[in-house]
C-alpha cells in the first residue's frame, strides 16, 4: 500500500474522562503512513503500521513499539504522540487479531514474534536499529515478554498494569480466574483458549513462553513500570519490577521505576483517592525523559550497559527515587493516608502477626488453648458471590464494603480490638493457616478489610488457596479428610494505614465467585467437573496450630509524604503539557484498559 502523507496535532488522553483531545499547542511534524505485513520465522505475516516523521535530509531515528491484540487503529493516538517526540512509531497486530494472519495464540509466540519485527524494523531506512517499546495491559504482557529472546534493538521499555507470569496471573495459588480469564477471552471473541486454559491446570513447558520468571537476566536495558493496588496484575507486576532491579544485567540494575497508582484496570470502589492519578504524570515523564537520553547517547543496549547506568546517574534521572506509590487510607476527614511517597526501594517491615482466636477474634496475643478452631460448611452451589477486589470484566471492582457477606454462615469472621494507634502496613500480606476438610479438595479464601467505626468492612486485598495445589503448581495433592495442614495464603501487596479507632478483620471461606471458580470439592482436575461436594471445613486456632494474619508493619515516617509532582523531570515534563498536566500517552493506555472493564 502506498505511504500516505499526514499532519496531526499532539494528542492527549484524558485517563479521567477516557477520551482523547487533540491539543491546543503547535502542529507536530508531518508524517508519513505505512502499512507492511511483517512475516515472522514460522512464515506468519502480521499486520503492521508505521507512522514515520518526515525530515528533510532524511533522518534515521528509533522507533516506539507497541504490539496489541485489539487492533492498531486504537493506537494511532499514541503513535501520532510519539511522531511529536521525534519518534517513528510501529504498532503491530498480535497473530490472529485484526489484519494479521494466524491463530491467536494467548502470547505463545510474542516473544519470538517481538524479536522477529525488531530485526524487520532495524532494517528499515527510516531506522537506527534501536526500540523502545510501551504497551499496558495485554500490551504491556507482550512487552514483559520480549527480554526473554534477548533482541539487542530494545533499549527501553514503559509497562504499564501488566504480568510477566502468565500461569499465575490466571491460575491464583492453584485457583482459576475465571472472572478474569474467561470473561476477558469472550469480550474479544476468543472463548475458544478457555477450555485449553483450564485443561493446562499444572504449570508446565506449556507455560514456558508466557513466563519470565527466571530469565530476567535477560533484561539489558532500564525501564518504567506503571502498576496499582487494586489492579488485576498487581501482584505478578511487583514481581517483575522486582526481575527487572534486581536480576537484570548487573550493570543495568536499579536503573527502573516504579509507579504504583491506587487504582489500575480498576478505577472504583468506595473510597475517592485524592491526587491518585498523579502517578500517570510521573510515569509519562520519566518515559519521556529516559527515552530522549538514551535515543540522544546513541549507546548500544547489553554492550553498553555500563554507559547507559552512568548516563543515568548523571542525569536529571538520578534525582528521582525508583518507586513512587499511593499509600492508601479509609478517605475520611481526618483520616490518615491517601498521599504520595517514595523511595530508592520498599521500607523494611517487622512481620507482625494478628493471630486468629475463639469467638471471632484478632490479636496480638499467641494462642494458648490446647483446642481451639472454627469450622463452616461450603456448598459450592451456593458460592460466595465476588464483591469488589482486583477485577477487569466483574463490577464492582476495588475496596468495597464486605459486612453484608459476613451474615453469610460459610464466612467466618476474626476481628481485632479497635486500634489504639496507627497501624501502617506495606508489603506483602500473608495468612498463615492451619485447616481441615472432611474432603479432599476444597479453596481458602481469605480478605483483610479496615472495619469502620461505624461498621463499614472496606476490603483492603484478598487472596485464595486451592488446597490440592498447596505445595506447588506442578503436581496436585489431594487432602486427606481429616488431616490438618499449614498452608500460607497470599493476600497480594498493599501500602495502607488502619487509622486509629478502625479494626482489621479477617474475613475466611471457601469461595469469591466468579472472580475464582466454585472448587466443587471432589479433588478432581478443572477441566474434568463432576459431582459436587458439600465439605465442612476448619480453621485451627490453638497453641499447636497458631493461625495468624501477617501484616508488613512500617513507621509512618517511613512513608512521608511527597510532592511526586515536584521532581524536576516531572515538574518540566508538566510545565511543557499545561494545566493539569494532561496525559500524551500512558493516561490513553490506562483509559483503554479501564474502557475494557466497563
Not at 504480568?163 to 471473541?189: N, P, V
Not at 487504582?263 to 475517592?272: I, S
Not at 453469610?408 to 501502617?424: E, N, W
Amino acid at each position: 500500500m502506498a505511504p500516505r502523507l499526514y499532519s496531526v496535532f499532539v494528542i492527549i488522553c484524558s485517563l479521567a474522562f477516557g477520551h482523547c483531545e487533540s491539543d491546543p499547542g503547535p502542529e507536530a511534524d508531518p508524517f508519513i503512513r505505512e502499512e507492511h505485513m511483517v512475516s515472522m520465522r514460522d512464515g506468519i505475516d502480521l499486520y503492521t503500521l508505521v507512522f514515520v516523521p518526515v525530515h528533510v535530509p532524511v533522518e534515521k531515528k528509533p522507533a516506539v513499539f507497541i504490539r496489541t491484540p485489539y487492533g492498531t487503529d486504537g493506537l494511532e493516538a499514541e503513535g501520532k504522540a510519539w511522531i511529536s517526540q521525534g519518534y517513528n512509531a510501529v504498532m503491530q497486530d498480535f497473530r490472529g487479531r485484526y489484519q494479521s494472519k494466524g491463530t491467536f495464540d494467548l502470547w505463545l509466540n510474542d516473544s519470538t514474534d517481538a524479536y522477529d519485527t525488531m530485526q524487520w524494523i532495524a532494517k528499515q531506512s527510516w531506522s537506527d536499529g534501536r526500540v523502545f517499546v510501551t504497551g499496558a495491559s495485554a500490551n504491556g504482557i507482550a512487552a514483559y515478554l520480549e527480554p526473554m529472546t534477548l533482541p539487542m534493538q530494545l533499549h527501553a521499555q514503559l509497562v504499564v498494569v501488566a504480568s510477566a507470569e502468565m500461569h499465575k496471573t490466571i491460575y491464583q495459588q492453584g485457583a482459576y480466574r475465571q472472572g478474569l480469564i474467561d470473561g476477558w477471552l469472550d469480550a474479544i471473541g476468543e472463548s475458544w483458549w478457555s477450555p485449553i486454559a483450564r485443561a493446562q491446570e499444572p504449570m508446565s513447558e506449556f507455560w514456558e513462553p508466557d513466563n519470565m520468571a527466571g530469565k530476567f537476566g535477560n533484561v539489558i536495558f532500564p525501564a518504567v513500570h506503571l502498576s496499582g493496588w487494586y489492579d488485576i496484575f498487581n501482584q505478578q507486576q511487583l514481581a517483575a519490577f522486582d526481575g527487572y532491579q534486581k536480576q537484570s544485567l548487573p550493570a543495568v540494575r536499579g536503573t527502573s521505576f516504579l509507579v504504583v497508582v491506587p487504582t489500575g484496570h480498576c478505577a472504583g470502589g468506595q473510597v475517592a483517592w485524592p491526587n491518585g492519578l498523579d502517578g500517570v504524570a510521573v510515569a509519562e515523564a520519566l518515559t519521556v525523559a529516559l527515552f530522549k537520553l538514551l535515543a540522544d547517547a546513541h549507546l548500544d543496549a547489553g554492550a553498553d550497559a555500563k554507559a547507559v547506568a552512568q548516563l543515568l546517574s548523571t542525569s536529571a534521572l538520578a534525582d528521582v527515587p525508583a518507586l513512587q506509590w499511593y499509600v492508601m487510607g479509609p478517605g475520611l476527614p481526618g483520616t490518615q493516608g491517601n498521599y504520595w511517597t517514595s523511595g530508592n526501594d520498599w521500607p523494611a517491615f517487622s512481620e507482625q502477626p494478628l493471630f486468629l482466636a475463639a469467638g471471632g477474634a484478632l490479636t496480638s496475643t499467641p494462642p494458648d488453648a490446647d483446642a481451639s478452631n472454627t469450622s463452616f460448611v461450603y456448598d459450592p452451589a451456593n458460592p460466595v458471590p465476588t464483591l469488589g477486589g482486583n477485577n477487569l470484566i466483574l463490577h464492582p471492582c476495588g475496596p468495597w464494603d464486605q459486612s453484608s457477606l459476613e451474615k453469610r454462615t460459610d464466612v467466618i469472621t476474626f476481628t481485632s480490638a479497635p486500634l489504639g494507634a496507627v497501624l501502617a502496613v506495606t508489603g506483602p500480606l500473608t495468612a498463615m493457616l492451619w485447616v481441615s476438610s472432611n474432603a479432599t479438595d476444597t479453596d481458602i479464601t481469605v480478605k483483610v478489610t479496615d472495619v469502620f467505626p461505624n461498621g463499614t468492612s472496606l476490603l483492603v486485598q484478598d487472596g485464595i488457596i486451592r488446597m490440592r495445589w498447596r505445595d506447588g503448581p506442578y503436581t496436585p495433592s489431594l487432602l486427606e479428610p481429616g488431616n490438618v495442614y499449614q498452608v500460607n495464603v497470599s493476600v497480594w501487596n498493599t501500602s495502607y494505614i488502619f487509622n486509629t479507632g478502625h479494626s482489621v478483620r479477617v474475613d475466611i471461606s471457601s469461595s469469591n465467585y466468579p472472580r475464582f471458580t466454585a472448587n466443587p470439592n471432589n479433588g478432581l482436575p478443572l477441566a474434568a467437573n463432576g459431582t459436587l461436594v458439600v465439605a465442612q471445613n476448619t480453621i485451627l486456632h490453638d497453641a499447636a496450630h497458631p493461625s495468624a494474619l501477617i501484616l508488613p508493619s512500617v513507621s509512618t515516617s517511613d512513608l512521608p509524604p511527597t510532592d511526586i509532582m515536584k521532581h524536576d523531570v516531572v515538574a518540566r515534563y508538566c510545565a511543557l503539557r499545561g494545566r493539569g498536566c494532561p496525559s500524551a500517552f500512558v493516561g490513553q493506555q490506562l483509559a483503554a484498559a479501564q474502557k475494557s472493564a466497563r
